[in-house]
């Protein structure tokens, strides 16, 4: 396996002009719509719902659509977003024929979904604060969790990238994978009315640690669990940013 | 000085031998030809001279370091022109030359002013602030060249840099490569086109199914393999074997293709020799060379 290099940040600011070229058509799914869920299911289905935890539900919902919002972004970014750039702009081809490697791309592709992340997070978290959601100053701390939260989920889209035969592959990645985890990770109930093998079992979705971290900084109430979530978080993060180093150059360099 | 050294170098891939022991040396300001047909190895050469593709065995030299150690210095003394473009589409011409500039860490000023040079010397600078779409193939082509210039590398590596151009924009593109040499850029052209080749290089290599067949000036492998002047003898079904037969007698270097024999190395008194078929001459050309070493049938 072979190393990245200080160079990536050229394809972190190469995807960062061309997104802020874009911005304007690409924030609305990631900031409107969670805005909308926010708002049906909080104060719409909410109201029905009452109190889950000492909180509202609208209080209750947020920081896990932060979490969850966060992932779609990044698995967005690293799957359909790096995908195109790879197989059909051939920008990958364009910047290894310069003093890049293939590991640079690599990383300034996953730092860069990281960084769409903390935007969409940070965003969702503005929104939140201006609804006046937010009940404790560790907030302040989410939009890290978002990078972290991303970091992880580009580096899992990414591998998933590197062995996709064709775009429609993603499907698969969406439908069997991230979408199961924004339903089963406790984003809109508490995971503690499932059955105690569901519960430990939903540790496995790596959106659970995120989501248990985005609450507790959201209402101040730590539980005992926030480090283990962290180590999964950073886990899983390097786990599969070093499996796509190999995965890659695998698919890239022939 | 060579500027690439390249020796027995192999690329396999699985079954397929794409490159076979190829060893050549490309001089410095000289401007190399590699033709050859389809899957003859030429974009494998060049894909693992420009440090994209590791060789399954045989060294590759450029400017004196060895690859793939030396991948990024190397990568960065080269400029590579590749056959289909690979703009960033959401980007304008200008921020497309800034972005490729920053990837060889050329600070901001400097970028805008080579990018800006760039843009005169291929007539584009008046579509700095256009969406690449808007560009013609000839100003895409254009681009890509003036693109690979923006690191000023000593040695340009163009992968059939008019494929699909009209005579005008290839007759430019031309110019400006003929100009790039006689300032001292190093050139390594990849191309099909035989009037290209015949126009720009200095040396040719004449590679198939892996092999460099032949490698010299397009001048010497014209006399070398056809001889100047080839003899044309219109043949018809009924005739054919006889004016065959004739001039195996006559032990000369000929060949048939479909309707036509041609006979070369011929001088004129020779020639006289198969008057009653009545045999036209012509000046030769590459493409019979390219003929005569690759074959008629088409390899796929």
């Known amino acids: ?254 | 000085m060579a500027i690439i050294k390249v020796v027995n170098l192999t690329k396999k891939f699985k079954e397929l031998v794409a490159v076979s022991n190829v060893s050549l040396e490309i001089a410095e300001r000289e401007c190399f030809g590699l033709l050859g047909p389809n899957g003859a190895g030429k974009t494998s050469l060049i894909r693992m001279i420009t440090a994209v593709s590791p060789p399954t065995a045989g060294n590759i030299w450029v400017m004196g370091k060895d690859l793939p150690k030396y991948d990024r210095e190397v990568k960065a003394q080269l400029g590579v022109v590749p056959q289909i473009d690979n703009f960033d589409p959401d980007l304008t011409v200008m921020r497309n030359l800034l972005t490729y500039a920053r990837y060889f860490d050329i600070p901001g000023k400097e970028a805008y002013r080579r990018s800006l040079e760039a843009l005169k010397l291929f007539q584009l600078e008046e579509k700095h602030n256009s969406q690449i779409r808007e560009l013609s193939g000839g100003m895409k082509r254009r681009l890509l060249i003036a693109r690979g210039l923006i690191n000023q590398p000593r040695m340009l590596i163009l992968d059939e840099p008019t494929i699909g151009l009209d005579p005008q924009a290839k007759h430019l593109v031309w110019q400006k490569l003929k100009q790039l040499k006689s300032q001292g850029v190093t050139e390594l052209l990849c191309t099909q086109n035989m009037e290209e080749a015949t126009l720009l290089c200095d040396r040719i290599a004449i590679m198939h199914l892996g092999k460099v067949l032949a490698l010299d000036s397009p001048q010497q492998l014209i006399r070398r393999f056809v001889g100047d002047k080839i003899w044309e003898i219109e043949v018809t079904p009924n005739n054919k074997e006889k004016v065959l037969q004739e001039l195996a007698n006559l032990k000369f270097d000929f060949e048939e293709a479909s309707n036509v024999v041609q006979a070369f190395h011929l001088d004129d008194e020779s020639a006289k020799k198969m008057v009653s078929f009545n045999p036209r001459p012509r000046s030769a050309t590459l493409e019979d060379v390219f003929f005569r070493l690759t074959g008629r049938l088409l390899i796929e």
């Open chain 1, 1 to 254: 396996m072979r190393m990245f290099s200080w160079h990536f940040i050229h394809v972190w600011q190469r995807n960062r002009d061309v997104f802020f070229r874009l911005w304007r058509t690409e924030a609305v799914g990631y900031v409107i719509e969670p805005i909308i869920i926010l708002l049906a299911l909080g104060t719409g289905l909410g109201i029905y719902i009452g109190i889950v935890g000492g909180q509202k539900y609208i209080e209750f919902l947020a920081p896990g659509i932060i979490a969850s919002y966060s992932m779609f972004s990044a698995s967005f970014e690293c799957t359909y977003g790096s995908f195109i750039r790879m197989e059909y702009q051939n920008t990958y081809d364009a910047i290894l024929a310069t003093p890049l490697n293939v590991e640079d791309v690599i990383a300034g592709e996953i730092f860069w979904g990281a960084t769409r992340a903390f935007f969409t997070g940070t965003g969702i978290l503005f929104i939140a604060a201006a609804f006046q959601l937010v009940q404790s100053p560790w907030a302040i701390l989410i939009p890290i969790v978002c990078f972290m939260d991303g970091l992880m989920f580009a580096a899992i889209a990414l591998f998933f990238t590197s062995l996709a035969p064709a775009i429609y592959t993603f499907n698969y990645f969406f439908t069997l994978f991230i979408n199961p985890m924004f339903f089963l990770s406790g984003v809109f109930f508490p995971l503690d009315q499932f059955p105690q093998i569901l519960q430990s079992l939903s540790w496995i979705f790596p959106l659970t640690s995120v989501v248990h971290i985005t609450r507790g900084l959201f209402s101040g109430e730590f539980s005992s669990e926030l480090w283990l979530a962290l180590a999964i978080i950073l886990a899983f993060a390097s786990l599969f940013f070093t499996i796509s180093l190999v995965t890659m150059r695998r698919r890239i360099v022939k």
